[in-house]
């Protein structure tokens, strides 16, 4: 690796991270609304039986935790041959990777969302989650950014100042 670091999160983290959380909060934000104060017109009676309304209010709140914790979350990450740059796009940590202690993914999101957790806590926390760059044909094998960081944390470690580990 060069010293330009190199991206390694998605460009469509910026829709993940921004985008779709407020059309998705929005949407259901406004259909949850009108099924509240609008008379339902289809079924002839004067209002959207209870059962609708609370359901949409679960669905609101569940789904707004959910892309919380899947979407607004994410960080854009870029990676040199010492460093992790990690921005939430409005502020850029540098991290050394001797830091890393260990790269997980979730492989059932399509996205395969990286987690990279920290032996000690950056100003993000002790763990930043990305969205690496898009791949076809992976849909169930690990993303290869994960070896990447791994190998990458791995050579720093080596040529770090850290005690060796046991």
Same mark, same amino acid.
């Not at 909060?25 to 002839?44: D, K």
């Not at 957790?117 to 690496?132: A, L, M, N, Q, Y």
């Not at 849909?139 to 791994?150: E, G």
């Given at each position: 690796? /060069?010293?330009?670091? *190199?991206?390694?999160?998605?460009?469509?983290?910026?829709?993940?991270?921004?985008?779709?959380?407020?059309?998705?909060?929005? =949407?259901?934000?406004?259909?949850?609304?009108?099924?509240?104060?609008?008379?339902?017109?289809?079924? $002839?009676?004067?209002?959207?039986?209870?059962?609708?309304?609370? $359901?949409?209010?679960?669905?609101?709140?569940? $789904?707004?935790?959910?892309?919380? %914790?899947?979407?607004?979350? #994410?960080?854009?990450?870029?990676?040199?041959?010492?460093?992790?740059?990690?921005?939430?796009?409005?502020?850029?940590?540098?991290?050394?990777?001797?830091?890393? *202690?260990?790269?997980?993914?979730?492989?059932? /999101?399509? +996205?395969?969302?990286? +987690?990279?957790?920290?032996?000690?806590?950056? *100003?993000? =926390?002790?763990?930043? +989650?990305?969205?690496?760059?898009?791949?076809?044909? =992976?849909? %169930?094998?690990?993303?290869?950014?994960?070896?990447?960081? #791994?190998?990458?944390?791995?050579?720093?470690?080596?040529?770090?100042?850290?005690?060796?580990? $046991?």
């Amino acid at each position: 690796m /060069d010293n330009q670091p *190199e991206r390694l999160s998605s460009l469509w983290t910026v829709f993940y991270k921004f985008l779709f959380p407020v059309l998705w909060f929005g =949407g259901l934000s406004l259909g949850t609304f009108s099924a509240w104060v609008s008379p339902s017109t289809q079924s $002839g009676s004067d209002s959207t039986p209870i059962g609708v309304k609370l $359901g949409m209010i679960a669905l609101l709140l569940l $789904g707004s935790a959910f892309v919380y %914790w899947s979407c607004i979350r #994410l960080k854009k990450v870029r990676m040199d041959s010492k460093y992790l740059y990690i921005s939430n796009y409005l502020e850029e940590l540098t991290v050394p990777l001797s830091q890393v *202690e260990k790269v997980t993914e979730w492989r059932w /999101d399509n +996205t395969h969302p990286v +987690t990279i957790h920290f032996s000690r806590p950056t *100003e993000f =926390g002790s763990k930043v +989650t990305f969205i690496p760059k898009l791949r076809f044909f =992976g849909l %169930w094998s690990s993303h290869p950014v994960v070896d990447q960081i #791994l190998n990458a944390s791995s050579q720093s470690y080596l040529y770090s100042d850290r005690p060796s580990p $046991g």
